[in-house]
């Protein structure tokens, strides 16, 4: 009985706005004398004789969210960031903040300094491979940050070759098989000068 007296008592009230829940308990308190014998009109005189409680309810929520107090706001702080007026987890928590940026700024820096050097290396072994420099005597070599990759190398090369620790060629010393580099070793070993 409970149920047929909700879904008519729902449809009587349902643009009062009112909760499902606070409908139910209207119901279940309005359903005391139904048994299942009860006929559908008495149950719709029940319901009718509900509504006026559900739109005391209505009138009492209403008036409660109207005469509810807004929200103030706190009062606004100065402006220029005077610190003693901010509070003290408002102080830690910026602390915490800035030296995570902090941190953040020099792990960025120490990362593209790497990226740097290895971009800066990389173009430095390709320079020296295509200049036919042994990789065995660039470990061995050193240049400066702002130096011009090509002329230094050029340079080195240079010097090599005019003490004859390099072959002016470079395609003499570079060799496909076990064989034939022993011969271009042997060969380039006979350029050398005897003192």
Not at 7 to 17: I, N, R, S
Request: charged share 40%; proline share 4%; glycine share 4%.
């Amino acid at each position: 009985m409970i149920k047929k007296l909700l879904t008519v008592l729902q449809a009587k009230c349902k643009d009062f706005g009112l909760s499902e829940k606070a409908i139910e308990d209207l119901a279940t308190s309005g359903s005391e004398g139904l048994t299942d014998e009860t006929s559908d009109e008495d149950i719709e005189k029940k319901a009718d004789s509900l509504v006026p409680f559900a739109k005391l309810m209505q009138a009492e929520v209403t008036r409660k969210a109207q005469n509810k107090k807004p929200v103030e706001k706190p009062a606004e702080a100065p402006k220029g960031g005077n610190s003693e007026e901010e509070p003290e987890w408002f102080k830690t928590y910026k602390a915490e903040q800035e030296k995570q940026l902090k941190e953040l700024k020099d792990e960025n820096a120490v990362m593209k300094l790497e990226k740097s050097k290895a971009e800066r290396g990389a173009a430095i072994a390709a320079k020296a491979k295509e200049l036919g420099i042994p990789d065995f005597l660039m470990k061995h070599i050193s240049l400066a940050d702002d130096a011009d990759i090509e002329k230094e190398l050029t340079e080195y090369k240079q010097e090599l070759v005019t003490n004859s620790l390099m072959p002016a060629d470079k395609a003499d010393i570079i060799s496909s098989s076990d064989e034939a580099a022993k011969d271009d070793a042997k060969r380039w070993a006979n350029q050398l000068p005897d003192y």
